[in-house]
């Protein structure tokens, strides 16, 4: 959609919604940066499931008294820092708006 169209989209939809452009644009990002917050969650989630624990502790725990084999489990520990760091970059983008 060319800015033109895109820039008419905005307006029009903030006046139907009764609300500033601006405030339709900073309501658009917090509800994007919400639904990606919720997907890495739900990732974080599946890896936890996958050796049954319910927190990233528990998974620690479990690979240094060797309940779950080191790898994949490290592999998947490193995933959970990397989801946990993005979570942290949203909920910074999110106070930002």
Do not use: C
């Amino acid at each position: 959609m060319p800015p033109q169209k895109i820039n008419k989209f905005i307006k029009d939809l903030a006046k139907s919604e009764q609300i500033t452009e601006d405030t339709l644009v900073r309501e658009a990002f917090r509800a994007l940066l919400r639904e990606k917050r919720r997907v890495i969650q739900v990732d974080q989630l599946e890896i936890l499931k996958r050796y049954g624990v319910s927190k990233i502790k528990d998974l620690d725990k479990k690979i240094r008294e060797g309940v779950v084999a080191e790898s994949p489990a490290w592999e998947d520990r490193i995933a959970l820092d990397n989801l946990d760091e993005a979570i942290k970059r949203i909920d910074h983008a999110l106070n930002a708006l």
